[in-house]
């Protein structure tokens, strides 16, 4: 079997001291192999971000292991250049995009910024790859030319996708990425991420709460709570026959017909 892309062992982090010491994420391991998706689940709080925000290297982890190709990538970078080598392979996108980009710049402006500083590229190669890039989304030039407060939430949400995968990131990290759109949005930005991860073989760590999103998109996932694994297998077996009773109450918290959130809150 080859080598995963990334692999994570023991992964631990605790925030604060003596009594206010809290574990946020505790012997957390995975791999995710390449071109493969891998979800993680579970309640808020349950330490899927603070995961994420150590594979980037935004936190340093109280213990535990990172390995992406099979280097060592546990503690964060020690440089800027480092720090945007390691960027170019790993990617995040995060769930609210308005926040994420800037207000006083062009779709368009910051998907080449994005590019000037990865790549030595001339006006016409940059202005190309803005092009090529926004038709990835599905952004067309008018939509490029705006800026972020004159798009709508799907469409800011594909100018954030088209910047994470402007560096050709060999991992995308989708951190609640399509919890703030309404459902038929979601449905089209999940097909596009699809088509993406056929087209470019990028591979996914998608974090969600919500399991329909996470049964469309991967094809392993793990469940989290408060901060430990709790369950993991592929996402069609884990999601239709749940060892576990935390992971079958995540299942069941899913509104649906005939649905009694009472029998929900007399589990937890
Ligand atoms: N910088 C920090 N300082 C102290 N505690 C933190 C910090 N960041 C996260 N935590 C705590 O770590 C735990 C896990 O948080 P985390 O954001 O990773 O959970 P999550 O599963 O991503 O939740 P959500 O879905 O609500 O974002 C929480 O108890 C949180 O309060």
Known sequence: ?????LTVQHL???????????????EVSFTLAAGGSLGIVGESGSGKT???????GLERPSGGRIAFRGHDRTQPARSTKQFRERGRDIQIVFQDPYT????RQRAGDCLAEILGVHF???RDETKRRVGELGELVGLDDRQLNAFPRALSGGQRQRVAIARALATEPEILILDEAVSALDVSIQAQILNLLSDIREKRGVSYLFISHDLAVIRQVTDDTIVMRRGSVVEQGTTADLLDNPRESYTRLLRDSVPREGWDPSTIT???
């Open 50 to 56: 603070t995961t994420a925000r150590m594979i980037i």
């Open 120 to 122: 030595k590229l001339g």
């Open 12 to 26: 631990t982090k605790t925030f604060g001291r003596g009594r206010s010491e809290t574990t946020a994420v505790s």
């Open 266 to 268: 007399a589990r937890l």
């Open 1 to 5: 079997m080859s080598e995963p892309l």
């Open 100 to 103: 994420s980009l800037d207000r």
